[in-house]
């Protein structure tokens, strides 16, 4: 097998990615650091994370032996109801929250608009 030799004038790789880090944050280059997801759609993701496990199981051990008198086919059921449950309050949510912000972008081109007509 042969193998391709760097030649001194050529960069490598490495040598390349360098030089982009150093053009990104010289002279004028401004780096982002603001998220790319806003924090309360991190924090009702992680809220719906912890719901989706918990409700479930503690659903099931609760219901197993209190309610359903050791029948796990029906606590698993429940269980799997309000896994349901919890996802489909997830969607609405998300839902609302896309809404929420189509809105407030509508009423700034308003603003916009009423700005300019004045």
């Known amino acids: 097998m042969t193998s391709r030799r760097i030649i001194n004038s050529e960069k490598t790789i490495l040598d390349k990615d ?3 880090l150093q ?23 992680l809220a719906f994370t912890f719901a989706m496990v918990v409700i479930p199981i503690g659903s099931y051990f609760l219901t197993i032996h209190t309610i359903f008198r050791g029948n796990s086919t029906y606590a698993g059921a429940l269980a799997a109801i309000l896994a349901n449950v919890v996802l489909v309050g997830y969607v609405v949510v998300a839902m609302n929250e896309d809404q929420t912000d189509q809105l407030e972008a509508e009423k700034k081109k308003r603003k916009e608009r009423q700005g300019k007509a004045e």
Request: aromatic residues 0%; glycine residues 12%.
């Open 18 to 20: 360098d030089e982009d």
């Open 23 to 45: 053009s990104s944050s010289g002279a004028g280059g401004q780096s982002i650091t603001a998220p790319a997801v806003p924090m309360d759609v991190i924090i009702k993701l």
